[in-house]
């Protein structure tokens, strides 16, 4: 009866995560350690496969507290972070100028938005606040969806300006960040608009930079 409340998706990905359940914890910290290594100075689709099974890896991580035991040393470029010490692998999404930068390891606030580079803030808060009412269009209600007058219209239409907006934060944003952190990882999707991470497509040249 627990798993009434858990969706298909959320039982296949625990059925993914059991292989990584079979590893030892000093095993476990040594592929976490080696992925930061292969990952280590780009930005990252949070879709990307390897992605997303660090993600799984570094949250059964976070369990066992891995990185507090100090099976493996923080591996180089990487700083600790003050959320739970594990290394800084922070996602950049849609909501980065009310919480900033969101642990991989485990999911709360890495970088507080006031804490990120001021040479990266005004930009950041610029394209947040742009994409905040595009977003916003998926959860009208009644009396907004009436004054639109045809509300499946401004959907489309705001599907494809979200499809833009997570571009540009691919392309232009998370790149910078790359100043301040060792990797990077940027939301490519928005579940509310159906926007999936196929929809968003990078500039010629990025594409294989992943």
Known sequence: ??????????????????????????????????????????????SHPLLGAYRLAAQLGHERQIWL?????????????PCCRAPMLPLLTRDVHEIGLICQHCN?????????????????????????????????DDRQRKAAGDYDHAYENAAEEAEQLLAQAGHQLAPRLLEFYAAVIWEDQDECLEVRPEDVELPPGMQNEE
Request: charged content about 20%.
């Open 1 to 46: 009866m627990g798993n009434d409340a858990e969706s298909p998706l959320d039982l296949l990905w625990k059925e993914y995560s059991q292989g990584f359940r079979d590893l030892d914890d000093s095993t476990l910290a040594r592929w976490l350690a080696q992925t930061l290594g292969q990952v280590a100075g780009r930005a990252w689709r949070l």
């Open 69 to 81: 035991k100090r099976l493996v040393a923080t591996p180089h470029p990487y700083s600790e972070s």
């Open 108 to 140: 709360e606030t890495l970088v507080p938005f006031d804490e990120i580079s001021a040479s990266l803030q005004g930009d950041l808060k610029a394209w947040a606040l742009l994409y905040a009412p595009v977003h916003a269009v998926a959860h009208w």
